[in-house]
């Protein structure tokens, strides 16, 4: 890739009083094999960091400052996306590093609800039931739908998010936890043992098209 630091694209964006709304920053970064893909519309700030280093080369960190459900985020990822995919080399991106998943609105609570309802959890004890704890929380948050609300975004440009694997578990007692009343009224006792929080890693595999509608 061969951007200017500082480069703008436009990505269906339209002209008015803010001249970068609707557009994402590209900022090359030589001394780091990495460059930087910015958004910013509102509240939020979104970037995607491209690794250009040997060992790292298809890996995308996510960087993020937004306290907007996954929902109302899908428009700067999509834009993200579109110019990542347009700018970087098709086969280099393969896997999204997306961080903790505190840092996303109502994902924890969604973790701790599907382990508790789970079989391949125990909640007992706080562990997974037969599986390595990070294996099986990385198989709940599939089965859980983390980050699917951002698969429509990845479809429609021919790829599909799968939780490949997750780091740096945190387990609590439901009762310690934030949204314990939610999960209460779900069935979910006091004592239970919890994950609430990984740090994710997400796997981009090539998809077919979206049909067009």
Known sequence: MSAAAGLWVSVRGQPGANAHRGQVK????????????????????????????????????????????????????????????????????????????????????????????????????????????SRAIAALGNEAGLFNEWQPVFRRFGRHLLVSSVEEVQVSRAADLPFFKQLQQQGVSRADRLPYDCAVWLDISKDAPEPAK
Do not use: M
């Open 26 to 133: 590209i900022t090359d970064q030589p001394e780091l094999q990495q460059t930087v893909y910015e958004i910013a519309e509102g509240r939020c700030r979104l970037q995607w960091i491209v690794e250009h280093s040997e060992i790292n080369r298809g890996i995308v960190l996510h960087r993020g400052s937004c306290g907007l459900p996954l929902t109302e985020q899908a428009a700067g990822i999509s834009k993200l996306l579109e110019t990542v995919l347009a700018q970087e080399p098709d086969a280099s991106f393969h896997t999204l590093f997306a961080g903790r998943l505190s840092s996303f609105p109502g994902l924890s609570e969604r973790l701790a609800a599907a382990a508790a309802h789970s079989p391949a959890w125990d909640a007992e004890n706080g562990r997974g039931r037969t599986a390595q704890t």
